[in-house]
């Protein structure tokens, strides 16, 4: 789980908050991406697609999504796990045939 502000704006998305459904938005290269709290689906452009696990509102205020979810959901960002320093590398998918790095986002064994 990450934080959902911070992962949607390292990928240049809008976001937003929902506050009367308790849900966090995204909005990206036209998809309309609707993370209801709590639930083990989003909307992706108004139709439902499961996820791998629900977002949480944690104790301290912050909404926080899965990481592999948000990444499938984005359809242009690559995960790739790096055995030797135990990281995983988030990327924009292929430009010009080559992977373009975007964030280290976080340790494997420090993951919330």
Known sequence: M???RFIATCF???VDWYGDSGSA???Y?????VIPIGMPYAYVNGV???INAP???MTFGRTFVPFRA???LLGDVVLDYDSPTETIVASKAPISGQYHLAYYVALYNSII
Do not use: C, L, M, R
């Not at 290269?29 to 991406?33: A, F, Q």
């Open 29 to 33: 290269n036209g998809k309309h991406i």
């Open 12 to 14: 240049g998305t809008d």
């Open 2 to 4: 990450v934080p959902f």
């Open 48 to 50: 439902q697609t499961p």
């Open 55 to 57: 977002a949480e509102i």
């Open 25 to 27: 938005v995204i909005d």
């Open 70 to 72: 948000v990444s499938e």
